[in-house]
């Protein structure tokens, strides 16, 4: 069945460094949609996607739209401690539900 | 504006126990309403949505059950837990349209001892 892949699993880095992520796809998405769960919360919407190409910044954050539509990559650009959680990619699985993927886990140390 | 309200916000309960976990939503109409399960730093598994009153789809079969009494709100239950029901449960609802994504309630963490 569908499914989205996320890698790295997990990572561990130094305050300020910069982060970089992907999600993939075994088949084609309009729509992709990024995800962070801060320990304890749910999930919080950061940055939506809506066209293949296209690339959205939230702040330090920036992500793009593959150019198949099957992938999509997250950028955190000079990480910093509250940067810590799991970050979910996901997509409409059809028009009742959205598939997520297996989630970054991100640390930060100081 | 659209708010989501889940709780209690911590339950422990023994083996055997019933369970009612409530979500609402507030602000909106007609939503898709959605329960995920979180194990211990793993992803989402889906449990059960709806996209209107008394319509439930169940996503994996198990020990749980979902009810839609009301337009904005969506009950997740039990008649007896296990302990493989412990975990961190979800409400999240969204527009028809799921582009826009889902909006996540801060979460239940069940702990079935």
């Known amino acids: 069945g569908q499914q989205l892949n996320q890698s790295p699993q997990s990572m561990f880095i130094q305050e300020g460094e910069d982060v970089s992520m992907n999600c993939t796809s075994s088949?084609?998405?309009?729509?992709w949609l990024w995800y962070k769960q801060d320990p304890g919360e749910g999930p919080v919407l950061l940055i939506a996607?809506?066209?293949?190409?296209e690339l959205t910044s939230n702040g330090r954050l920036t992500a793009q739209f593959g150019i198949t539509r099957k992938d999509s990559f997250l950028n955190i650009s000079a990480s910093i401690p509250s940067d810590v959680g799991i970050y979910f990619c996901a997509g409409p699985y059809n028009t009742d539900k959205l598939i997520f993927g297996t989630g970054t886990r991100l640390q930060v140390f100081p | 504006s659209q708010t989501i309200h889940q709780w209690p916000a911590t339950l422990v309960q023994p083996v055997g126990s019933p369970l009612s976990l409530e979500c609402t939503v507030e602000?909106?109409?007609?939503?898709?309403l959605y329960w995920y399960r979180q194990a211990a730093g793993r992803g989402l598994q889906l449990l059960f949505y709806s996209v209107g009153i008394g319509q439930i789809s169940s996503e994996v079969p198990q020990n749980l059950s979902a009810s839609r009494p009301q337009d904005r709100q969506f009950i997740l239950s039990s008649k007896k837990l296990l302990l493989s029901d412990s975990g961190f449960y979800l409400c999240a609802w969204s527009v028809q349209r799921l582009n826009y994504g889902y909006t996540f309630g801060s979460g239940t963490r069940l702990t079935v001892v």
């Open positions: 602000g909106t109409s007609n939503p898709n």
């Open positions: 996607l809506y066209k293949a190409g």
């Open positions: 088949s084609i998405f309009n729509t």
